[in-house]
């Protein structure tokens, strides 16, 4: 972090360093940035970035102390006046990682349409398959005819794949293919993956600059606003919370379950369960629930059914995992990307509800849909907000490079976009608060228990 004064009215600002190929190449020239003379841009004062622009990562203080809160700030993104590349030296690579999410298809074009538009660069690939891609497969050569209409599909037209990181294998294509720009779109594995090519990258003092793009339609990423493809899910959600409600009401004693993303966060299922105002129960992985008992789920449900004759119950796929059975081979299991083999909590609690209303009602009717909409979700493509939000994302990662950074992530913080080294966004989480007003009012729509045992 680098600290400066601002003024003698203003308390000390701390500003988070920004790697710069300039660290280990001193004598890099500079140029005029070509949006001077691009057709479609005049600008004026004001257009281009400057070093002292900073966005503050808090903005909102509590000043009743004694002492001045001190300030964590990062690097305006956008254009800069000079640039550090040749359009015709460049030679950039865009690969995706990890799962689906709405948007992917967008950032590509984007990033392809942003670099040739604005700067003129003509050389630039796909990656396909994911990390893995750099050294199994040739790079697939992209021009603006090829990506025209990649925004409106989902998924990536470029292929992903988890899993395939070999550090060395990678850098050693980047080096063997010229590469001197890398652009790399994914969750927070594949962060951690970008920090690992970015560190190797400057120790051989390889000219190349690194960045990230965040993705994870969990929005579990810290730091940023959100990550790209989190509202078109909230939005998609809603189709399966509003099925669900229609099996759940057209049935006698009717429970409608819906599964949605969310491994170790729950911010789709909280701000699905908000827009929809029609479920009654919403369970994430920060919550810890119980079944059966005085304010466990079961008496609630129970309550609720005897009340309205139906239930909606919403669960993220990462709640409630260590309450369900694991045989130890189960416990050991991990995925391509390393991370725990999570089971199916929506198809366990769907046995659950059926084993104890069973034991407590036999004979009566009950009826338990269960509705897993994962897949529908993960593969749409984006709605026009995230849209937007893709092509913002990926023309602040091309003004950042083209300016010289390096080892940084492109994000808005407090909608203002920034440049936030790549090692912060990989360590950084965004877990819901389930202390603060939002989860509070999750629970005034849904009246739900606390699940606090007493």
Same mark, same amino acid.
């Given at each position: 972090m680098a600290t400066a004064k601002i003024s003698d009215q203003h308390p000390t600002i701390t500003v988070a360093d920004l790697p710069h190929l300039t660290d280990n190449f001193p004598n890099l020239k500079t140029r005029t940035n070509p949006l001077q003379t691009n057709q479609f841009f005049h600008p004026i004062d004001g257009f281009y970035a400057t070093s002292t622009d900073i966005v503050l990562r808090r903005i909102a203080f509590d000043l009743s102390g004694d002492t001045s809160p001190a300030h964590v700030a990062y690097r305006r993104a956008g254009p800069r006046r000079k640039v550090y590349f040749e359009p015709e030296s460049v030679r950039a690579a865009i690969v995706t990682c990890g799962g689906l999410c709405p948007g992917m298809n967008t950032v590509i074009r984007e990033l392809v349409v942003g670099l040739w538009e604005l700067y003129g660069v003509r050389q630039i690939y796909g990656i396909v398959a994911g990390y893995r891609g750099f050294y199994s497969t040739e790079p !697939? %050569? *992209? $021009? *603006?005819? *090829?990506?025209? $209409?990649?925004?409106?599909?989902?998924?990536t037209a470029l292929q992903t794949s988890r899993g395939g990181f070999d550090l060395k294998k990678i850098v050693d294509a980047i080096e063997n293919h010229g590469f001197n720009q890398v652009y790399i779109t994914g969750g927070d594995g594949t962060m951690r993956g970008a920090v690992k090519i970015f560190e190797e990258v400057r120790r051989r003092n390889l000219q190349v600059a690194v960045t990230g793009i965040p993705k994870t339609v969990d929005n579990d990423i810290g730091i940023i606003d959100r990550s =790209?493809? =989190?509202?078109? #899910?909230? %939005?998609? #959600?809603?189709? +399966?919370? $509003? @099925? +669900?409600? !229609?099996?759940? %009401?057209?049935?006698v004693n009717g429970i409608g379950l819906v599964k949605l993303m969310g491994r170790s966060t729950g911010?789709?299922?909280l701000h699905a369960t908000l827009s929809s105002r029609d479920v009654d129960c919403c369970l994430i992985p920060e919550m810890a629930f119980y079944l059966e008992g005085n304010g466990g789920l079961f008496p609630f449900l129970e309550r609720r059914l005897k009340e309205n004759g139906h239930a909606v119950l919403v669960v993220a796929e990462g709640a409630g995992q260590g309450m369900i059975p694991r045989t130890e081979a189960q416990k050991e299991e991990r995925d391509e990307s390393g991370n725990p083999v999570f089971l199916d909590v929506g198809g366990w609690l769907k046995t659950e509800l059926k084993n104890w209303w069973a034991t407590t009602h036999p004979g009566e009717l009950f009826t338990v849909k269960y509705i897993d909409p994962t897949y529908m979700i993960r593969a749409v493509p984006a709605n026009a907000t995230d849209n937007s939000y893709c092509t913002l994302l990926a023309h602040s @990662?091309?003004?950042? !490079?083209? +300016?010289?950074?390096?080892? =940084?992530?492109?994000?808005?913080?407090n909608g203002n976009y920034s440049y936030i080294p790549l090692k912060e966004v990989a360590e950084a989480k965004n877990e819901v608060n389930t202390r603060d007003h939002k989860w509070a009012w999750v629970r005034s729509v849904t009246n739900q228990p606390d699940f606090v045992k007493s």
């Open positions: !697939v %050569e *992209l $021009n *603006l005819k *090829l990506v025209d $209409n990649w925004h409106k599909r989902g998924g =790209f493809g =989190f509202q078109t #899910a909230v %939005e998609m #959600a809603q189709q +399966a919370i $509003n @099925a +669900a409600h !229609v099996e759940a %009401e057209s049935a911010h789709i299922a @990662a091309i003004h950042g !490079v083209m +300016a010289g950074y390096t080892g =940084f992530v492109s994000g808005p913080i």
